[in-house]
């Protein structure tokens, strides 16, 4: 079953020339996927009850044309057909009031246990629920993300108390908010992004010591975020060779 929606995006969502911010993108994409769970009874309280979360492990977003405040932005998304009982995978495209396709991701969860702190198996009735579809927007999925020894920049930043969730650990958008804070503002403002992934490896939690360290190779950003010498998250930013507004 595909989900459709008209995107519920606020003035924060926006940068200052009325362009949807990456981490805009994110919120609305994690919005829409939460509504079309409550559709299927799959609502965050009762999964809490139960003990069982979704864990986002994976971003994968391109990005053919930065939405704007002056139009608006319809948001399709499904579930695909499982290929392992420890994952799903769930499709996301966003277009514009013309139909034109302005971003197309995919999201990786992972069913947690947070009583037990172990990763479920997923049943075939369970996902059912959700009536998987067979369309793939992505033809393959993305190589495994070669983390460098070295890097060419290192810089701390506070964990706040405004970034956490209701689990007390960062919310899974604001790591975009860190990773811009590591990356050539031109880039960013000149809406160069072409693609990014976000790959989560642990959580984030207040008060902890946090480092980005960056790396550019090519077109490409890198860039770790380091609690104690230890990866907790990557997010990896793809810069197109021409403008694009």
């Not at 009735?125 to 579809?133: G, S, V």
Request: charged share 25%.
């Amino acid at each position: 079953m595909i989900y459709r929606e008209k995107a519920e995006t606020r003035l924060y969502d926006f940068d200052s020339d009325g362009y949807l911010t990456l981490t805009g993108m994110l919120r609305i994409m994690e919005n829409t996927a939460s509504h079309h769970s409550n559709t299927v009874m799959d609502e965050l309280a009762a999964r809490q009850l139960n003990g069982f979360s979704w864990l986002l492990t994976e971003w994968h977003v391109e990005i053919i044309k930065t939405p704007s405040r002056s139009g608006g932005i319809t948001v399709e998304t499904w579930i695909i057909n499982a290929e392992s009982s420890a994952r799903s995978i769930r499709e996301m495209r966003l277009s514009d009031d013309e139909g034109n396709i302005l971003i197309i991701a995919e999201m990786t969860f992972a069913a947690y246990n947070i009583n037990e702190g172990r990763v479920l198996r997923l049943t075939k009735a369970f996902l059912a629920q959700y009536r998987p579809e067979s369309e793939r927007l992505f033809k393959c999925s993305p190589p495994r993300l070669a983390i460098p020894k070295e890097y060419d920049a290192e810089l701390s930043v506070p964990v706040r108390r405004g970034d956490l969730d209701f689990n007390d650990h960062v919310h899974n958008t604001v790591y975009m908010d860190y990773a811009l804070e590591a990356l050539p503002g031109e880039l960013i403002k000149s809406r160069r992004v072409s693609s990014f992934r976000v790959i989560y490896h642990r959580s984030v939690k207040y008060g902890d010591p946090l480092t980005l360290r960056t790396k550019r190779t090519g077109s490409k950003w890198l860039t770790g975020m380091y609690v104690g010498g230890k990866l907790y998250c990557a997010v990896e930013v793809s810069e197109r060779k021409e403008e694009n507004a």
